[in-house]
């Protein structure tokens, strides 16, 4: 069946780490995106990327990079200049072809804590 | 002001009643997504709309794309409907996901 992947589901750093997020789809999907959810706050857009080889900041950008080298993968690094990285992570996709509908796709989510 | 307002924020019900969650926004759209997110924080979608209406099992979801409104509706309640529902819409100048801030369910048995 096709989806997103995101792993792992938890995760655990030290403060000062690097630390790099997995996201994987199957469903041949263009666009891919990052976002970030705190307590009592909505899903914030982090980075995403249109296409193979491009992808533009979101709101929240600082501290946070992207690649985007295969269709398929959208990794995200919390890098070590983010302030305050503690926090759920949400990936998602969707088609921008010739679809109407724009279904978009979601993964379960990574929760990140910095220790 | 959001471009996503979920209301209400909070919600307690008993089990078996008939729950209504309500979503407006005030861009532009293409679809709206409704997403339920557990207490470990795992994410769902539960529908997907454009227009009309669609139901699966206890849960109905409807969208009146002229008034800018979505209501996502859960009969006979149960416990285990206890989660975030979150609002999220596919549009805006730069037709990205946009998302409510989600409200939160308790239902009580």
């Known amino acids: 069946d096709g989806g997103i992947t995101q792993s792992p589901k938890y995760l655990f750093r030290k403060e000062g780490q690097n630390v790099t997020l997995s996201c994987e789809q199957n469903?041949?999907?263009?666009?891919m995106y990052w976002y970030r959810q705190d307590p009592g706050q909505g899903l914030r857009l982090i980075y995403y990327s249109q296409i193979v080889n491009d992808f533009q900041k979101g709101d929240i950008a600082e501290g946070y990079s992207v690649s985007r080298e295969k269709k398929e993968s959208f990794p995200l690094t919390v890098t070590s200049a983010q302030k305050n990285p503690t926090a759920f992570y949400l990936c998602a996709s969707r088609d921008r072809g010739r679809m109407t509908l724009a279904e978009a796709f979601f993964g379960q989510g990574t929760r990140l804590t910095v220790v | 002001k959001n471009e996503v307002e979920q209301s209400p924020q909070n919600l307690t019900a008993q089990e078996g009643e008939f729950i209504t969650i309500n979503c407006s926004y005030s861009v532009g759209i293409s679809a709206l997504h409704w997403l339920q997110q557990h207490p470990g924080g795992g994410i769902v979608s539960l529908f997907m709309l454009s227009s009309g209406k669609k139901k699966h099992g206890r849960l109905i979801a409807t969208i009146n794309i002229q008034e800018k409104h979505s209501s996502l509706h859960i009969t006979a309640s149960h416990p285990r409907d206890s989660a975030v529902y979150i609002c999220a819409v596919l549009g805006g100048a730069t037709n990205k996901l946009i998302f409510g801030t989600g409200t939160l369910l308790a239902v009580q048995p």
């Open positions: 469903l041949n999907h263009d666009a």
